[in-house]
């Protein structure tokens, strides 16, 4: 595997590849790789001839009183992990690489960032819209592949791309979970053992709501009621949301259907986390 740290090698190397005519998948990231990141590159392996994956904490689209500065980090680790799923490329540019100081473009979705993780975190969704539209021009992929667990993320991302034109197959990967089913997430190294206890709550929620679901209840609010009296049980946690929405328009639901997402997001200690899943089916990884 080789390392590239600047965007003009690493256009280099994809012209090259497109000349040679085979394809190349992207896995972008902010590292701190867990299994679900392993996933999603052995996913873009095998779709695709040369796999790149890009390692870039984005400064863009953290808020202000957010965690930018002390996101966990260890590209050593990161870059060992990655070497050993036959990836081709880490492209691991530095913040100025990336964002010269004085860029001043941005790449805006409406519409469907106003809602759920959208409404709590203002320009969170354009910067990680921004850093994808540079990505996809630097790296070139005809595929990318993003985590359903970023549920949201992964609707705005394939509806900038459907809106621009983009030429880029926007591949979704069902959530990666810890065997006791909370979802893997660089951010669960914030949790003490207690919090991390705490945490379980929105895995027994998806639980509690694929069988309410199941067994025929359709009111979105008596399901919303019923989970958030499961979820503040947890002295830890408190609610950012708990949504009924379609899967397509992000649109809050009233009646339950088979295009409906359940949507949550958490706070247990100081640690934001969230969570989803597909009534309708059982899309997990
Ligand atoms: P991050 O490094 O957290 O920005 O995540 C990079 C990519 O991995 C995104 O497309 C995420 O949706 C995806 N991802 C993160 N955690 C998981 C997980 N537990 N299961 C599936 N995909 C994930």
Redesign the pocket.
């Known amino acids: 595997m080789q390392i590239i740290r600047r965007s003009a090698d690493m256009t280099h190397w994809a012209r090259g590849v497109i000349a040679s005519g085979k394809s190349i998948g992207l ?11 392993l ?2 590159m052995r996913h873009a392996v095998s779709l695709a001839d040369h796999v790149v994956v890009s390692l870039f904490v984005n400064s863009l689209q953290f808020g202000p009183r957010e965690d930018f500065s002390r996101y966990p980090r260890d590209f050593d680790r990161d870059s060992r992990m990655a070497a050993r799923e036959n990836v081709d490329i880490l492209f691991a540019p530095a913040p100025e690489e990336m964002y010269l100081p004085d860029f001043n473009a941005r790449v805006r979705v409406d519409g469907l960032t106003d809602t759920l993780c959208g409404k709590q975190r203002p320009g969170h969704f354009e910067g990680v819209t921004t850093v994808v539209a540079k990505l996809f021009n630097i790296v070139k992929p005809h595929y990318a ?6 549920f949201q ?2 609707s705005v991302i394939r509806k900038m791309v459907r809106d621009l034109n983009w030429d880029v197959e926007i591949v979704g ?5 810890e065997e006791d089913g909370l ?5 669960n190294t914030y949790l003490s053992a207690k919090e991390r206890a705490d945490a379980l709550c929105l895995y027994k929620a998806i639980e509690y709501a694929k069988a309410r679901f199941a067994a025929g209840l359709t009111s979105a609010k008596l399901l919303k009621d019923e989970l958030r009296d499961i979820i503040s049980g947890n002295l830890r946690v408190s609610i950012d949301y708990i949504s009924v929405v379609d899967k397509d328009t992000l649109a809050d639901k009233e009646v339950m259907d088979m295009n409906s997402v359940l949507a949550l997001a958490v706070r247990v200690g100081g640690t934001r986390l969230i969570d989803n899943c597909f009534l309708g089916n059982t899309l997990e ?1």
Do not use: C, N, W
Not at 145 to 150: A, N, S
């Open positions: 896995v972008p990231t902010m590292g701190y790789f867990h299994e679900g990141h996933r999603l592949v993003f985590g359903q667990k970023d993320q992964l990967h069902p959530i990666v979970r979802a893997m997430s660089s951010r990884a």
